[in-house]
């Protein structure tokens, strides 16, 4: 199974900047798959927050990974509007 972390490794070894690829299809064996990076902020300058996948419902601190999870992507335009992109 190809995971966001698998297709991050394929780039990175190009030197590219993961989210230049967010919404670019993939072909892989299980089908055509669009993924996203991003990554979690640091409040403090050193130490990055984490995504708590458990906190979507179905998914337990055991689990690795969520399936099928509607993601929205939105980011700041250069006048500081928050803009939806995805």
Request: glycine share 6%.
């Amino acid at each position: 199974m190809w995971t966001s972390r698998a297709i991050a490794a394929k780039y990175s070894a190009n030197g590219d900047a993961h989210e230049k690829y967010n919404f670019m299809p993939h072909d892989t064996q299980d089908g055509e798959l669009c993924l996203g990076f991003f990554e979690t902020k640091s409040t403090n300058g050193e130490f990055s927050k984490q995504l708590h996948i458990e906190k979507i419902e179905g998914i337990s601190r055991r689990d690795e990974l969520a399936e099928n999870v509607l993601v929205v992507w939105y980011a700041k335009f250069h006048d500081n509007r928050t803009v939806f992109v995805g």
